[in-house]
């Protein structure tokens, strides 16, 4: 249900999402059906929702784990040069750095570039300027995710009443999610699209939401901010003036140092009346 947050129970650290909560296929299906009663008068507060994308609206992305075949990856994108063993340790050694640089909060409007990065790492530094590219384009196949039947729906839905927007964390080039988006049929739903990798800024840092304000034009008290992450999301959006709604997909509650948002759902299809 939608609730006002209470502290209950203590989350934990924050990180990037390796396997993001609820990207097993037809799992969010169920919640089509649970649409909340009073979900249209808390929008209707808000003339703008501004969107966090993973674990939001798209999911089975952030594929990082040791099961990840990163050289078969790299071999079907035409890489034939590297051994596999030097592909799957420069992947996992370059996420694993960036995850580390994630979770500090001094670090995010520094955050630098997956290219970047793979330049400096010891495991990848001396390999050819051509197959850091390749493995940059490895890094951001396992990081896209999809957007399922039933959440482009619901964004359509939601965009009858709202202009929405996005703003999110990514590590790799956008050009691939908005792709993504366009095979959804949801790209142009989006009065803005802010994708952290378009600069060395990740939420919750307020430079995002102000570029995103920048384009919406809209008063702060007509936006809202929906998001996964207590850190990112809620505190990001607390630092830019707006009312945010945490999805607490788990239902494990939050911390009492954890960022305050204004509502709490456990899907964002609780948002759209069925």
Partial sequence: MLYNSVCESSSSAPQLKRD?????????TVFLYHALRDSPSVLSRFTVVLLDMNGTFMFGGDRFGPEQDFAATYHALGGRRLAAQVVQDGVLACFETLGVIYDDSTRCDSFPAVLETLRELPTTRNLPENELKLLERVIAEHELGTVSDTYAVALKRLSADHRLGVIANILSRKEPWLGEFAR???????????????????????????????????????????????????????????????????????????????????????????
């Fill in 184 to 274: 959804a049929g949801v790209l142009n739903l989006f009065a803005t699209t802010v994708f952290s990798s378009d600069s060395h800024s990740v939420k919750p840092s307020r430079k995002l939401f102000e570029e995103a304000l920048g384009v919406i034009k809209a008063p702060i008290s007509e936006v809202v901010f929906v998001g996964d992450s207590l850190r990112c999301d809620i505190g990001g959006a607390a630092g830019a003036g707006l009312a945010s709604i945490w999805i607490d997909r788990a239902g494990r509650g939050r911390g009492a140092s954890d960022p305050e948002p204004t509502f709490v759902i456990g899907n964002l299809l609780e948002l759209i009346d069925s």
């Fill in 20 to 28: 993001p909560l609820g990207s097993t296929p037809g799992a969010d």
